[in-house]
């Protein structure tokens, strides 16, 4: 029997007699289990830091995606093997929570594995294994908390926001635009923010893209962007002071429920039928004109008929307009949804400074931009890019950062970078390992050893010898008793992170730690795999 990878890094057993095939079972079997988790680790140690490199995934239609954002890949990967799934749900848990350190996490369960197959082979039981590393992570949690720094911040002062989204974009397609974007993320977080209680709905950031232009002509707009244009092309083009009707019931004649049907058989039937059908589309225009409304944006279309009556009327309108859409527009013009012409009133009208559609560059495309709300409560960030893979990953680098954005402003401690908060931990670990007695100070050392593969693995992408300038960082940490020195990724010329400006979020450090820890105990527990068929 042999292991072997294929292309995607997924293992496979090679097993040369089929006829006395048995089912792997205890150490084997863990072992297995570890060498499939440290497949898919491996895959994304090369995408972890500023240098990390990028992976192109072609999807079966054929549709190709580049990044380097580690639940990005892990989600597109065509992962068949249980323990890999375990790897990919880690990420995910992490994106969800955090929102950033997707590609850390794994390469942190990852080298823990690694450390853990050295424990099995010296006969330490597994569950001493994992018992020792939840005391090790319980450590390495308590010293982020003593070695974190809390920094003020505030509507107008933010500039340590926007250092810390810095370093998250730093690592991205996007990091030449990395200030003007992390501006942008900051802006847009603190508009939507609830500073008092701490909170931050992201829901009411919209980003939205548009292939053309580059990518420093991203903007951020403090209102909402729709996609769509004006329903006749001789509507006026910009409305100062708009009074906006949000409707979700269409510009046509009522239809009865049951089945019917219509016999004409004179004109006068069929001019009797259109007047009707015309007194119906007046009536809804004149109601919306009676409340006082300059534009109606509507969910669903209508016909050439009321379009028609509608530019004559001078009421421009907007149609085919999502329900999602509807809602932002509705927040952030202090408007309310209408589902029936009849239950239109002033009140419940929307107001905006203005209203404008826009063309870009030769193209006919055209979108709808509403501004100047009467709540800014609802933004919109507007992504231009050469392609549109560059625009689907500006957008995935534009959520890192508004999820560390968010994060910061519900807990507003942090750990510097660069490994920096990596070394520290595992010095401190090391140090408290003499302390544990019995065989889980083993797993304590070891836990302190996969600590430094984040460090070693971003400097082996930055191009430096990894254990060479491993080993110079450590020691003069413990020399200067100096938890900020990191690897010096971008070549600066200092190791001291503070000066560096390069900063994380402390529950994303602790929460990478937390889960990496979690899976592996859990990988470490397996000893049997059954098939649904050996049942």
């Keep these: ?3 072997a990878f294929d292309e995607f890094g997924r293992p496979f057993i090679i097993i040369k007699e089929q006829e006395q095939k048995t089912r792997l079972r205890g150490l084997d079997a863990q072992k297995t289990n570890i060498s499939s988790g440290k497949a898919v680790a491996r895959i994304l140690r090369t995408s972890l830091g500023p240098k990390g490199m990028d992976k192109m995934l072609q999807s079966p239609d054929g549709d190709v995606t580049i990044t380097n954002d580690g639940a990005t890949i892990l989600e597109q ?105 992390a501006e942008i993320a900051v802006k847009a977080v603190l508009a939507v923010a609830d ?18 232009g580059k ?6 707009i403090y209102g909402i962007v729709v996609d769509k244009d004006m329903s006749h092309p001789q509507m006026p083009k910009q409305i100062q002071d708009a009074n906006i009707a949000i409707l979700t019931c269409p510009f046509e004649p009522p239809k009865p429920k049951t089945k019917h049907k219509v016999d004409i058989d004179t004109v006068e039937k069929f001019q009797t039928l259109r007047l009707q059908e015309q007194k119906y589309f007046d009536d809804m225009v004149q109601k919306c004109k009676d409340v006082g409304a300059t534009l109606v944006i509507c969910q669903w279309g209508f016909d050439d008929e009321a379009n028609h009556l509608l530019m004559h009327r001078n009421l421009p309108a907007v149609r085919w307009v999502g329900g999602v859409e509807l809602e932002l527009i509705a927040i952030a013009t202090g408007g309310r949804i209408v589902p029936r012409f009849q239950e239109l ?14 063309s870009f560059g030769t193209t006919k495309d055209r979108m709808i931009y509403i501004e100047h709300c009467a709540n800014s409560r609802a933004v919109t ?22 999820c560390v954005a968010r994060n910061l402003i519900r807990n507003n401690s942090i750990v510097y970078g660069g490994g920096s908060a990596e070394i520290s931990c595992s010095i401190a670990v090391e140090a408290a390992a003499d302390k544990h007695p019995g065989v889980e100070q ?33 020691s003069q940490q413990i020399k200067e008793n100096n ?53």
């Design 442 to 474: 083993y797993a304590i050392r070891a836990f302190a050893d996969a600590l430094d593969s984040i460090p070693m693995a971003l400097a082996e992408n930055s191009g430096l010898q990894p254990i060479e300038t491993l080993s110079a960082v450590k």
């Design 345 to 358: 009133t002033p009140e419940k009208l929307g107001r905006a400074g203005l209203v404008r559609e826009k």
């Design 483 to 535: 938890p900020w020195c990191g690897i010096d990724c971008n070549d600066v010329g200092t190791n001291d992170m503070r000066e560096q400006n390069v900063f994380e979020t402390l529950i994303g450090k602790q929460q990478q730690i937390l889960l990496a820890t979690q899976v592996v105990k859990m990988i470490l527990k397996i000893d049997d795999v059954i098939s649904p068929s050996e049942y």
């Design 77 to 181: 990967m065509d992962v068949g093997n249980q323990i890999a799934k375990l790897m990919v749900e880690l990420s995910r848990s992490q994106d969800y929570e955090i929102g950033d350190g997707t590609t850390g996490v794994v390469v942190m369960a990852g080298a823990l594995l690694e450390q853990a197959e050295k424990l099995l082979e010296r006969g330490i039981h597994p569950i001493r294994v994992a018992e020792g590393y939840e005391m090790a992570s319980r450590i390495a949690v308590e010293h982020l908390e003593r070695i974190a720094n809390k920094f003020e911040f505030g509507v107008n002062e933010f500039e340590p926001l926007i250092q810390t989204c810095m370093t998250t974009l730093s690592s991205k397609i996007v990091n030449r635009c990395k200030r003007s974007m």
């Design 215 to 220: 990518l420093e002509d991203t903007e951020l």
């Design 195 to 212: 500073l008092e209680r701490k909170d931050v709905n992201l829901d009411l950031i919209k980003v939205e893209g548009k292939v053309g």
């Design 381 to 402: 960030i507007f992504i231009r890019g050469g392609n549109k893979m560059m625009i689907e990953e500006t957008k995935r680098s534009i959520h890192d950062a508004l």
């Design 1 to 3: 029997m042999a292991l």
